[in-house]
Structure formats: structure tokens, C-alpha cells
């Protein structure tokens, strides 16, 4: 019996960290992308590093978000459904930059970079964990 109340225990403290580090990835997002950025740090001088930034960003917030529910994802349509918030998601705060800031403007081209880094997550992680196993 302390064997099944220990495993319950686990995995409970387990879907608990995956959803703290979404909301954290959430939030760090949102405070990354409306707070002002000091113009002096150094970006190296990579042309479109700002998209790469974006994409890595959505990418791995996709993944944290998917991790968070895999336990809970008994149908497919669920990752559907986390994958079209997070894109409302960036569509929000790209919006919110233009609207709330005058050190930031919206980009239709980052809205791209996250929604790409979104899609490739959604398909990695299908890859990683067949839908025969989420259903």
C-alpha cells in the first residue's frame, strides 16, 4: 500500500513541477517581451537572431506546456487546443508591444518565428509520443 501512495505521490510532484515550469516560461515571456531592453547589451551581429530567439522561445514554451499535460492528454484534440492558445499567445503579446510599449513594436515576422517554433514542437513531440499513447 505506502508503494502505490509513494507512486501517486511522484507523479503528482512531477505534473506539478512540468506546470510550474510552463506558467514560468509563460510569465518570462510576457516580462521578456514588454520590458525594455537596455541598448547596451551587446546582440552579436547575426542577421535575424531576433527570429531565432522567437522561434527557441515558442518552441520550448510549446514543449513545457505539452509536458505539463501529457499525463492528462487522453485525446489528441487537447495538444491541439494548447497549441492554438500558445499561438493566440504570441499573437497577444506581439499586439501588446506595439500597443503598450514605445521601445517595442509588433512584427507580423515574430508572430511567424513563434508560430513556426509552436508547429515544430507540436510535430517533434507527436514524433516523441505517438498519438496512440496520448489517446
Do not use: C
Not at 484534440?77 to 494548447?82: A, H, N, Q, R
Not at 504570441?90 to 509588433?106: F, P, W
Amino acid at each position: 500500500m505506502n508503494y502505490y501512495l509513494q507512486k501517486i505521490t511522484n507523479n503528482l510532484l512531477e505534473r506539478k513541477l512540468y506546470f510550474f515550469i510552463a506558467i514560468s516560461f509563460t510569465v518570462a515571456i510576457a516580462i521578456g517581451s514588454l520590458i525594455s531592453v537596455n541598448n547596451s547589451i551587446e546582440i552579436p551581429p547575426v542577421k535575424n537572431i531576433d527570429k531565432f530567439l522567437h522561434f527557441t522561445a515558442y518552441f520550448t514554451l510549446t514543449l513545457s506546456w505539452l509536458f505539463a499535460f501529457y499525463k492528462s492528454l487522453k485525446l489528441h484534440l487537447k495538444g491541439i487546443v494548447i497549441v492554438i492558445i500558445l499561438f493566440i499567445y504570441g499573437i497577444i503579446i506581439e499586439v501588446l508591444q506595439g500597443v503598450l510599449t514605445t521601445y517595442r513594436q509588433a512584427d507580423l515576422l515574430d508572430i511567424v518565428a513563434n508560430s513556426i517554433g509552436i508547429v515544430t514542437a507540436w510535430v517533434i513531440f507527436n514524433k516523441i509520443f505517438p498519438k496512440n499513447r496520448m489517446k
